[in-house]
């Protein structure tokens, strides 16, 4: 059974940094590749970075690319997402995902306000 929790959000306000994490469980992580999305209150759920793999081919909506980082480390069966210079319109909640599973886990809040 797959098994994705997120962690790392809360409130900062903007120009700050968090780093969220997901522990997956229930399937082999090296052999997937791991995506992160959000989804703000009222809007659909969006595609925000995705990972291959061993890392070798990583995507980013145009919204985060040069403020978010996609990494994973295999040998702790977990994705990250660092963000950077957040703003305000990055408030929602981060959800990881395996592309070929339907799972998802909980989320994580993130809220950016001054």
């Known amino acids: 059974q797959v098994q994705l929790v997120e962690s790392g959000g809360g409130l900062v306000q903007p120009g700050e940094s968090l780093r969220l994490s997901c522990a997956a469980s229930?399937?082999?992580?090296?052999?997937?590749?791991m995506s992160w999305y959000r989804q703000a209150p009222g809007k659909e759920r969006e595609l925000v970075a995705a990972i291959s793999p061993v890392g070798s081919s990583i995507y980013y909506a145009v919204s985060v690319k040069g403020r978010f980082t996609i990494s994973r480390d295999n040998a702790k069966n977990t994705v990250y997402l660092q963000m950077n210079n957040l703003k305000p319109e990055d408030t929602a909640v981060y959800y990881c995902k395996v592309p070929r599973f339907d799972s998802w886990g909980q989320g994580t809040q993130v809220t950016v306000s001054s």
């Open positions: 229930g399937f082999t992580f090296s052999l997937d590749g």
